[in-house]
C-alpha cells in the first residue's frame, strides 16, 4: 500500500499568526510564555492539517526564527560573542543581534537561513528541540516524526575560523568548509552529538527520524561523499529508523546515495528528469523505502493528478515500498487559495497552495484505492490543467521575431561611454543612491488608505508627488550628483510591477516567510506577459522636471521579476524571461522619449536564480543575459544601470561583465574584501562600478573615513574614472534622520578624494 508524507508546511499560520506574535514579542507586548503558547497553537494546528491528509506527521518544523539556527544551538554551536547560551534571550540575539549571525540565501529560494559559526571543536547537546517536540505531540496524541538538518547539509552551510593571508598580513576568517580536512575535523566533532541526540529520541520512544539534506543535490565531491557515508554509517548503529530527503535538484550521485544505510530515501521527481532517469535506469534496492516527492513544492499549480497516478503505478514497479511526497518544503507556498477571491477569471481552479497540495496527496492515495469520488476529481484535474490559458499572440509573435540584433546595443561600451561622458558631464566619482528613500509611517498609511478605498486616486498621486518633491529637494540639498524619485509608490520592487503587467497576477493572502517575521507576496505569472501601458512614467518625468540634474528611470529587470515570481510551466523560463523583458523595453524607451538620460535595470535576484549543479550554468546564464540585454537596449546616449546585492559575484563576475550594463552598484560594505578580489583577478573590467560604501542595514552613520577606506581600497585595484559613490543598496528600511547625514558625509567623502587626486571637485 502507498503511504502519504508530507512536510515543510508554511508556519505562518491561515492569518500571519506566526508573524503576529514574533514581532509583539519583540515589541514586549507578549510575555514568552504567551508565545510560546502562540506557538504551541500554531504547531498543533499543522499536526491536525497533516494528520488529516497524510499518514506521517513531522515534528520539530517550526523554528522561532531558523531552523538553521534552531541546529546550532541545538549542538552548542554558541559563538563566543554571546557568551553563555541564555534561551530565547541569546537565541534572539544570535537571530537579529547588534552582532547576529550572517543571513544569506537558502540553496536558490528566497528563504533566508542564519550561517552557523563553528568556533571550536567541542560541542554538546544544548537544546534538544526535537525531543521536546516529540514529547509535546505525543502527549496532545501525535506520534510524530522529528525532523532534523542532516548532518552533511549542517556543516555545508556553516562557517568555521580559517587563517588567511591578505595585502601580506595573516588575518582570521569565517570560512565555508571548503576542505577535507575541515569538514572531516567538524563531522567528527559533531557524529558523537547527533549519535546522542538520536539514542535520547528512542528513549522517548522515537521510532523514526528524517534529516533534510539537500546539500546533496549540489555538486558533491568524493571526499564529500565519504563524509556522507560515515555520517550515516554512524547514525544508523543508534537503532532508530532514519530516513534522509533531497529536495531542489536531483541528488549528486545517485548509487552512492540509495546506498546509505538507511531506511527511507526521499526524492525530488518534479525539479528536473534526473531522478526519475536514475529511478528506471538503476532500480532502487529492495530493502529501502522510496520517498518520491512528486507534488511540487515550489510553485502553486495544481497537479495534473492522471499524470501522476501514472507517474505512482511506474514507481511502484521500481519500488513497492513506496510513500509519496512533496517534492521539496511547502513553505515557499502561501497557506491556502481559499481566501483568494479576487484572481483573475479561472485562475483559482488552477491554483493549489500547501493547504492544497496536502489534499492532492490524500485525493491521490484514495484513488489509488479505488474511491471513486477521487477518481473523479483526478479526471477534472486533468481537464483543468491542460486548458490553454491567457494567451497573447501579440506577444508570441514578438518573442519569436527576436534576432541576434535585439540583444546587442547600437554601440560597444567604449563608444557609449564617450558620448554618455559628453551628456552627461558628471565629475570624477559621481554619486548617487540606489533609488528608494525611508517608507515612513505616513507613506505606508497612505497606501493602506488608497488600497482601502479612504482616499482617492487623485488624493493618493497628489501625496506621492509631495514626497517626490521632497526626495529631490534633498538630494539637491545634500550634492548629489545623479538623483533617484525615491520609490514611495512602490511596496514591493517586483509586485509593483507586477500589478501592471498583463498576464501575471498578484494575491490577496498569498505570503511567504523570507526570514525571521518578514514575509511577501509572490506575484503569480500564468499568462503571456505585456505592458498595456507605461509603468513608472508619470513618477520619474515629475522627478525630473523638478530639477536640472539626471533623475534615473527605475525599473526592476526581467529576472528578478521572474525568479521572485511564481511561473507558468507549459512554456519554458526562457520565453518567460524575455516577455518580461520586452514589456521592460517599452518602459524604457518610453522614459527616453520623455527626456531621461540614465536608466537602471535592477537585478538583485540575478545570482540566486542560477541551478545548483555548475552544469547547468550555461543555459540559465545564457538566457538571463540576454533577457537583461533585451531590455536594456536603449540608445547609446542612455546610460543603463543595474544593481544587485547579496549576491557572491565571484563566481558568476564572468557572466555579469556580459549583461553589457554601463554602470552597476552592488552591496560591499560586509565583504568588501572579497569582492575588490574579484576585480584584481578578472583582467580587462571595463565597466563603471559603484562599491557600496554605505551599510544600508545598519543604523549607525558612516564616517567620511569608513567610506574613503574602501574607495582607496577599491582605487588599488581599479582605475579611478569607473569608480561612482553610493549606498550598497535602496534605503526604504532607514529614517530620514539616518539617511541625510549619511548622504552628507557621503558626498564630502567624494568631493574630498576628487581634491586628493587633483580632480574638479
Ligand atoms: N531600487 C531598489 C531600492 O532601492 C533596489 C532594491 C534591491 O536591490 N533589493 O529599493
Ligand atoms: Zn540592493
Same mark, same amino acid.
Given at each position: 500500500?502507498?503511504?502519504?508524507?508530507?512536510?515543510?508546511?508554511?508556519?505562518?499560520?491561515?492569518?500571519?499568526?506566526?508573524?503576529?506574535?514574533?514581532?509583539?514579542?519583540?515589541?514586549?507586548?507578549?510575555?514568552?510564555?504567551?508565545?510560546?503558547?502562540?506557538?504551541?497553537?500554531?504547531?498543533?494546528?499543522?499536526?491536525?492539517?497533516?494528520?488529516?491528509?497524510?499518514?506521517?506527521?513531522?515534528?520539530?518544523?517550526?523554528?522561532?526564527?531558523?531552523?538553521?539556527?534552531?541546529?546550532?544551538?541545538?549542538?552548542?554551536?554558541?559563538?563566543?560573542?554571546?557568551?553563555?547560551?541564555?534561551?530565547?534571550?541569546?537565541?534572539?540575539?544570535?537571530?537579529?543581534?547588534?552582532?547576529?549571525?550572517?543571513?544569506?540565501?537558502?540553496?536558490?529560494?528566497?528563504?533566508?537561513?542564519?550561517?552557523?559559526?563553528?568556533?571550536?571543536?567541542?560541542?554538546?547537546?544544548?537544546?534538544?528541540?526535537?525531543?521536546?517536540?516529540?514529547?509535546?505531540?505525543?502527549?496532545?496524541?501525535?506520534?510524530?516524526?522529528?525532523?532534523? =538538518?542532516?548532518?552533511?547539509?549542517?556543516?555545508?552551510?556553516?562557517?568555521?575560523?580559517?587563517?588567511?593571508?591578505?595585502?601580506?598580513?595573516?588575518?582570521?576568517?569565517?570560512?565555508?568548509?571548503?576542505?577535507?580536512?575541515?569538514?572531516?575535523?567538524?563531522?567528527?566533532?559533531?557524529?558523537?552529538?547527533?549519535?546522542?541526540?538520536?539514542?535520547?529520541?528512542?528513549?522517548?520512544?522515537?521510532?523514526?527520524?528524517?534529516?533534510?539534506?539537500?546539500?546533496?543535490?549540489?555538486?558533491?565531491?568524493?571526499?564529500?561523499?565519504?563524509?556522507?557515508?560515515? =555520517?550515516?554509517?554512524?547514525?544508523?548503529?543508534?537503532?532508530?529508523?532514519?530516513?534522509?530527503?533531497?529536495?531542489?535538484?536531483?541528488?549528486?550521485?545517485?548509487?552512492?546515495?540509495?546506498?546509505?544505510?538507511?531506511?527511507?530515501?526521499?526524492?525530488?521527481?518534479?525539479?528536473?528528469?534526473?531522478?526519475?532517469?536514475?529511478?528506471?535506469?538503476?532500480?532502487?534496492?529492495?530493502?529501502?523505502?522510496?520517498?518520491?516527492? =512528486?507534488?511540487?513544492?515550489?510553485?502553486?499549480?495544481?497537479?495534473?493528478?492522471?499524470?501522476?497516478?501514472?507517474?505512482?503505478?511506474?514507481?511502484?514497479?521500481?519500488?513497492?515500498?513506496?510513500?509519496?511526497?512533496?517534492?521539496?518544503?511547502?513553505?515557499?507556498?502561501?497557506?491556502?487559495?481559499?481566501?483568494?477571491?479576487?484572481?483573475?477569471?479561472?485562475?483559482?481552479?488552477?491554483?493549489?497552495?500547501?493547504?492544497?497540495?496536502?489534499?492532492?496527496?490524500?485525493?491521490?492515495?484514495?484513488?489509488?484505492?479505488?474511491?471513486?469520488?477521487?477518481?473523479?476529481?483526478?479526471?477534472?484535474?486533468?481537464?483543468?490543467?491542460?486548458?490553454?490559458?491567457?494567451?497573447?499572440?501579440?506577444?508570441?509573435?514578438?518573442?519569436?521575431?527576436?534576432?541576434?540584433?535585439?540583444?546587442?546595443?547600437?554601440?560597444?561600451?567604449?563608444?557609449?561611454?564617450?558620448?554618455?561622458?559628453?551628456?552627461?558631464?558628471?565629475?570624477?566619482?559621481?554619486?548617487?543612491?540606489?533609488?528608494?528613500?525611508?517608507?515612513?509611517?505616513?507613506?505606508?498609511?497612505?497606501?493602506?488608505?488608497?488600497?482601502?478605498?479612504?482616499?482617492?486616486?487623485?488624493?493618493?498621486?497628489?501625496?506621492?508627488?509631495?514626497?517626490?518633491?521632497?526626495?529631490?529637494?534633498?538630494?539637491?540639498?545634500?550634492?548629489?550628483?545623479?538623483?533617484?524619485?525615491?520609490?514611495?509608490?512602490?511596496?514591493?520592487?517586483?509586485?509593483?510591477?507586477?500589478?501592471?503587467?498583463?498576464?501575471?497576477?498578484?494575491?490577496?493572502?498569498?505570503?511567504?516567510?523570507?526570514?525571521?517575521?518578514?514575509?511577501?507576496?509572490?506575484?503569480?505569472?500564468?499568462?503571456?506577459?505585456?505592458?498595456?501601458?507605461?509603468?513608472?512614467?508619470?513618477?520619474?518625468?515629475?522627478?525630473?522636471?523638478?530639477?536640472?540634474?539626471?533623475?534615473?528611470?527605475?525599473?526592476?529587470?526581467?529576472?528578478?521579476?521572474?525568479?521572485?515570481?511564481?511561473?507558468?510551466?507549459?512554456?519554458?523560463?526562457?520565453?518567460?524571461?524575455?516577455?518580461?523583458?520586452?514589456?521592460?523595453?517599452?518602459?524604457?524607451?518610453?522614459?527616453?522619449?520623455?527626456?531621461?538620460?540614465?536608466?537602471?535595470?535592477?537585478?538583485?535576484?540575478?545570482?540566486?536564480?542560477?541551478?545548483?549543479?555548475?552544469?547547468?550554468?550555461?543555459?540559465?546564464?545564457?538566457?538571463?543575459?540576454?533577457?537583461?540585454?533585451?531590455?536594456?537596449?536603449?540608445?547609446?546616449?542612455?546610460?543603463?544601470?543595474?544593481?544587485?546585492?547579496?549576491?557572491?559575484?565571484?563566481?558568476? =563576475?564572468?557572466?555579469?561583465?556580459?549583461?553589457?550594463?554601463?554602470?552597476?552598484?552592488?552591496?560591499?560594505?560586509?565583504?568588501?574584501?572579497?569582492?575588490?578580489?574579484?576585480?584584481?583577478?578578472?583582467?580587462?573590467?571595463?565597466?563603471?562600478?559603484?562599491?557600496?560604501?554605505?551599510?544600508?542595514?545598519?543604523?549607525?552613520?558612516?564616517?567620511?573615513?569608513?567610506?574613503?577606506?574602501?574607495?582607496?581600497?577599491?582605487?588599488?585595484?581599479?582605475?579611478?574614472?569607473?569608480?561612482?559613490?553610493?549606498?550598497?543598496?535602496?534605503?526604504?528600511?532607514?529614517?530620514?534622520?539616518?539617511?541625510?547625514?549619511?548622504?552628507?558625509?557621503?558626498?564630502?567623502?567624494?568631493?574630498?578624494?576628487?581634491?586628493?587626486?587633483?580632480?574638479?571637485?
Amino acid at each position: 500500500m502507498v503511504r502519504t508524507f508530507a512536510f515543510g508546511f508554511p508556519k505562518l499560520g491561515e492569518k500571519r499568526e506566526f508573524k503576529r506574535l514574533l514581532e509583539n514579542f519583540w515589541k514586549g507586548k507578549l510575555s514568552e510564555g504567551e508565545l510560546l503558547k502562540g506557538i504551541e497553537e500554531l504547531n498543533l494546528w499543522r499536526a491536525s492539517l497533516y494528520a488529516q491528509n497524510g499518514d506521517l506527521i513531522p515534528s520539530n518544523e517550526l523554528s522561532l526564527y531558523d531552523f538553521m539556527l534552531d541546529t546550532a544551538v541545538m549542538v552548542g554551536a554558541i559563538p563566543s560573542r554571546f557568551r553563555e547560551y541564555n534561551g530565547l534571550e541569546t537565541y534572539f540575539e544570535m537571530a537579529r543581534g547588534k552582532n547576529a549571525l550572517e543571513l544569506t540565501k537558502w540553496f536558490n529560494t528566497n528563504y533566508h537561513y542564519l550561517v552557523p559559526e563553528l568556533e571550536g571543536e567541542s560541542f554538546k547537546l544544548l537544546e534538544n528541540k526535537p525531543l521536546k517536540e516529540y514529547r509535546f505531540f505525543r502527549e496532545k496524541g501525535y506520534d510524530t516524526v522529528p525532523q532534523i =538538518i542532516g548532518l552533511y547539509t549542517f556543516l555545508k552551510l556553516s562557517k568555521a575560523p580559517k587563517r588567511v593571508e591578505e595585502g601580506g598580513l595573516p588575518v582570521v576568517v569565517l570560512e565555508k568548509l571548503d576542505t577535507k580536512e575541515r569538514l572531516e575535523k567538524f563531522a567528527q566533532a559533531l557524529i558523537p552529538i547527533y549519535r546522542e541526540l538520536l539514542a535520547s529520541l528512542r528513549e522517548a520512544g522515537v521510532k523514526r527520524v528524517h534529516f533534510d539534506e539537500p546539500a546533496l543535490v549540489m555538486d558533491t565531491e568524493d571526499y564529500e561523499w565519504e563524509v556522507v557515508e560515515e =555520517i550515516y554509517r554512524e547514525l544508523s548503529q543508534v537503532g532508530i529508523d532514519i530516513g534522509v530527503l533531497t529536495y531542489y535538484d536531483s541528488v549528486s550521485n545517485y548509487e552512492r546515495f540509495v546506498n546509505l544505510p538507511v531506511k527511507a530515501l526521499h526524492l525530488d521527481l518534479v525539479s528536473n528528469e534526473e531522478n526519475l532517469k536514475n529511478l528506471k535506469e538503476k532500480g532502487f534496492p529492495k530493502d529501502k523505502e522510496l520517498i518520491a516527492g =512528486i507534488i511540487n513544492g515550489r510553485q502553486p499549480w495544481r497537479a495534473n493528478l492522471k499524470e501522476k497516478l501514472g507517474l505512482i503505478e511506474e514507481l511502484l514497479k521500481i519500488s513497492e515500498n513506496l510513500t509519496i511526497s512533496n517534492a521539496s518544503p511547502l513553505y515557499h507556498l502561501p497557506v491556502s487559495v481559499e481566501p483568494e477571491d479576487e484572481l483573475p477569471e479561472g485562475l483559482k481552479e488552477r491554483l493549489a497552495f500547501a493547504k492544497e497540495k496536502l489534499q492532492e496527496l490524500k485525493l491521490l492515495k484514495e484513488a489509488l484505492n479505488g474511491n471513486s469520488e477521487a477518481l473523479k476529481e483526478v479526471e477534472e484535474s486533468e481537464k483543468v490543467m491542460t486548458a490553454v490559458y491567457a494567451e497573447n499572440p501579440e506577444v508570441r509573435r514578438r518573442v519569436a521575431s527576436l534576432t541576434e540584433e535585439d540583444f546587442r546595443r547600437k554601440l560597444p561600451y567604449k563608444e557609449r561611454d564617450k558620448i554618455q561622458r559628453e551628456i552627461l558631464k558628471l565629475p570624477l566619482f559621481p554619486t548617487t543612491t540606489i533609488g528608494s528613500f525611508p517608507q515612513t509611517e505616513d507613506v505606508r498609511k497612505m497606501r493602506t488608505a488608497y488600497r482601502t478605498g479612504k482616499i482617492s486616486e487623485e488624493e493618493y498621486k497628489k501625496f506621492i508627488k509631495e514626497k517626490i518633491k521632497y526626495a529631490i529637494e534633498v538630494q539637491e540639498e545634500i550634492g548629489l550628483d545623479v538623483l533617484v524619485h525615491g520609490e514611495f509608490e512602490r511596496s514591493d520592487m517586483v509586485e509593483y510591477f507586477a500589478i501592471k503587467m498583463d498576464g501575471i497576477a498578484t494575491t490577496k493572502h498569498g505570503w511567504v516567510l523570507s526570514y525571521g517575521s518578514r514575509v511577501y507576496r509572490p506575484p503569480i505569472i500564468y499568462g503571456d506577459v505585456s505592458r498595456p501601458k507605461p509603468m513608472t512614467l508619470e513618477e520619474i518625468t515629475y522627478a525630473q522636471s523638478l530639477t536640472s540634474k539626471p533623475v534615473k528611470g527605475m525599473l526592476t529587470g526581467p529576472v528578478t521579476i521572474l525568479n521572485w515570481s511564481y511561473y507558468r510551466e507549459d512554456i519554458p523560463k526562457r520565453e518567460i524571461a524575455y516577455q518580461i523583458a520586452l514589456a521592460l523595453l517599452d518602459e524604457v524607451k518610453d522614459l527616453e522619449k520623455a527626456g531621461i538620460k540614465v536608466i537602471q535595470i535592477d537585478e538583485p535576484a540575478f545570482r540566486e536564480g542560477a541551478p545548483l549543479k555548475k552544469k547547468d550554468w550555461e543555459e540559465y546564464f545564457d538566457w538571463a543575459i540576454k533577457a537583461f540585454r533585451l531590455c536594456s537596449r536603449a540608445k547609446p546616449e542612455t546610460q543603463i544601470h543595474t544593481h544587485m546585492c547579496y549576491s557572491e559575484f565571484n563566481e558568476i =563576475i564572468e557572466y555579469i561583465y556580459e549583461m553589457d550594463f554601463d554602470v552597476i552598484s552592488i552591496e560591499a560594505s560586509r565583504s568588501k574584501g572579497e569582492i575588490i578580489e574579484v576585480f584584481e583577478k578578472f583582467k580587462g573590467w571595463d565597466r563603471q562600478i559603484g562599491i557600496g560604501v554605505y551599510d544600508i542595514h545598519s543604523p549607525a552613520i558612516p564616517t567620511k573615513e569608513e567610506m574613503k577606506a574602501i574607495m582607496e581600497r577599491a582605487m588599488r585595484v581599479l582605475p579611478k574614472e569607473l569608480l561612482w559613490v553610493n549606498p550598497d543598496c535602496g534605503l526604504k528600511t532607514r529614517r530620514w534622520e539616518e539617511v541625510i547625514p549619511a548622504l552628507k558625509n557621503m558626498v564630502d567623502m567624494a568631493r574630498e578624494l576628487r581634491q586628493e587626486v587633483g580632480a574638479k571637485v
